[in-house]
Structure formats: structure tokens, C-alpha cells
């Protein structure tokens, strides 16, 4: 009982959050609009959902071989604007954007929320806090 209540919390708190980031609602291309930033446990507990968020890895082929959130799919960073046309299909989910550290997935989290996505988050900690959390990493 404990867990789902802390689970519908967390569910509750990054959804606000969210909100809150995206402009309650805005159209996400509009001027003044900011990325939202989402923690490890918030993540895990969105892609808990159904349908669970886009995951986008920006970081390079080699990175991502070398192990990606499961699911993740791979557009590095340097990529993103000519292939950005590829999300398209993604539009109605919340994307969720992540490298390494945190800095790469922010710049291109910022590129998807301009180009009319109208719900980008970017993980903060990235793979790095992914790995530290003991969560299942893909090859």
C-alpha cells in the first residue's frame, strides 16, 4: 500500500511538474516556454505508464552502445536537427531526452520544445544517474 501511494505521488509531483515547465498546457513552442527536468525516480515511475514516454538518447553511437536506458532510441545530439522530422510520430507523448551528464540532452531538449514538441523533459543526471541507480541497462 505504501508503495503504490509513494508511486501516485511521484506520478502526481512529475506530472505538475510538468505542467508547470510546459506552461500548464501551452502550445511548447511559444516563447518563455521551458524544458522540464525530471529526476531518475520520476522517470521510472512515467515509464511505468501506459503508453510510456519517448525515450531519446543524444549521445554517440558508441555511448550508446556501450549500454542505453531500455527502449532508448538513438538520434545523437549532432543529428538531432536534420532528423528531428523522425519524432514526428512521437508528438503526443512526452519526450524524454538524456546523454551522459545532463548538458547535451538539455541543449537538444530545448531544440525538440522549439520546434513545436509539446512535452520535452530532459533527465537530469542522465545515464549517469541511471547506472548509479542500479536500473537495468540495455546493449
Avoid at 45 to 71: C, K, N, S
Wanted: aromatic share 6%.
Amino acid at each position: 500500500m505504501r508503495t503504490m501511494v509513494k508511486r501516485e505521488a511521484t506520478l502526481l509531483a512529475v506530472l505538475g511538474t510538468m505542467l508547470l515547465a510546459l506552461g500548464c498546457g501551452g502550445d511548447g513552442g511559444g516563447k518563455g516556454e521551458t524544458v522540464s527536468v525530471i529526476t531518475t525516480e520520476e522517470l521510472v515511475a512515467l515509464l511505468e505508464q501506459d503508453p510510456p514516454p519517448f525515450l531519446l538518447d543524444v549521445r554517440t553511437p558508441g555511448e550508446y552502445g556501450q549500454g542505453h536506458i531500455p527502449g532508448a532510441v538513438l538520434i545523437p545530439d549532432y543529428a538531432l536537427g536534420e532528423r528531428v522530422s523522425e519524432l514526428a510520430k512521437y508528438g503526443d507523448r512526452t519526450v524524454v531526452v538524456y546523454c551522459e551528464v545532463g548538458s547535451r540532452s538539455a541543449a537538444a531538449a530545448k531544440t525538440l520544445l522549439e520546434k513545436g514538441f509539446p512535452h520535452v523533459a530532459n533527465y537530469r543526471g542522465s545515464m549517469r544517474a541511471w547506472r548509479r541507480a542500479g536500473l537495468e541497462v540495455e546493449r
